[in-house]
């Protein structure tokens, strides 16, 4: 079977998802912030410098081919340094290797190798574990499962995904659609990159939108009661390995199928996340998730 982050949902039997989480507890008032598909030079640099100013850490899921570029360097340094946690939104995005274990495993270790290796250049002596796996569109199947189970990676998910890679939307639209949604546990999705394009190493193009709805959504988040915090935290991660769950956090169910459990019960948010049918087939379009 598989597992899709974005239409309905199926998941394994067995104790294949022992390692996929999809949020923290409800019970306590956390939420984590999370970025896909960076470094993306300029709008990665921008994120950055917002959560800065806002004090709130986050976690970014990199895409290896964009670490390899060697050009962004100095800002995985940022991110180890600042304290946000990095993880590994696979090598290239690429939907297909899901279906192998030896790709995805191949995936997983380029990516991983990246990540050190830029850290390494940029004089980083204490680098850190990378752990966490998010991938590509939130698709999972057996053989990718099994890959990242075997390298020692745990597979976060999310719950809270509004589309801010959808052209035309304006910060404020974006911040107010994850306020309208977000509760205690949370963990949110948003992009400092798209996919492995670089339209401008002077400017960014790619997510403009991205720094301005951390400037907007974090304060209104506080306001709210709901503290930003470290994914690892807010999912109950203790170390970078040997992790362990807290009893309140969320993972896949172990067995039969199921729809994911939403943020606030409803389980027609969750319904929006997946795209993989039974026999396996991709869809025509996707999300740049």
Do not use: K
């Not at 079977?1 to 956390?30: I, K, Q, W």
């Not at 589309?163 to 035309?168: A, C, K, T, V």
């Not at 949370?186 to 996919?195: C, E, K, M, R, S």
């Not at 492995?196 to 403009?208: F, I, M």
């Amino acid at each position: 079977m598989l597992v899709g982050g974005c239409a309905g949902v199926l998941l394994p039997e067995g104790d294949l998802l022992r390692d996929v989480y999809l949020r923290g507890s409800p019970a306590t008032p956390t939420v984590a912030l999370t970025f896909d598909d960076g470094p993306n030079g300029r709008c990665t640099e921008a994120v950055l410098d917002a959560l800065r100013d806002v004090g709130a850490p986050a976690t970014f899921f990199v895409l290896g081919e964009n670490v390899a570029r060697e050009q962004d360097d100095a800002l995985l340094a940022r991110m180890a340094r600042e304290g946000h946690t990095i993880g590994v939104h696979s090598e290239t995005h690429a939907v297909r290797p899901l279906f192998l274990r030896g790709a995805t495993a191949a995936e997983l270790g380029a990516a991983r190798a990246a990540v050190d290796a830029a850290l390494a250049r940029a004089g980083v002596l204490e680098r850190p574990a990378i752990t966490l796996f998010r991938p590509p569109f939130g698709f999972l199947t057996n053989a990718a499962a099994e890959a990242a189970r075997e390298a020692g990676f745990h597979i976060v998910e999310w719950t809270v995904s509004v589309g801010d890679w959808e052209r035309g939307r304006r910060p404020e639209e974006i911040s107010e659609a994850i306020l309208a949604r977000a509760r205690p546990g949370d963990v949110i999705v948003l992009h400092d990159g798209d996919l492995t394009h670089h339209r401008s190493l002077e400017r960014c193009r790619d997510r403009p939108n991205a720094a301005a709805t951390v400037r907007l959504l974090v304060p209104a988040l506080l306001a709210r009661g709901l503290r930003p915090a470290p994914l690892p935290e807010v999912l109950g991660l203790a170390g970078a390995s040997g992790a362990v769950v807290s009893p309140s956090a969320t993972r896949w169910p172990d067995s039969g199928a199921h729809e994911p459990p939403s943020s606030d019960g409803d389980p027609s948010r969750s319904r929006s996340r997946g795209v993989v049918g039974r026999s396996g087939s991709l869809p025509a379009q996707a999300p740049a998730v």
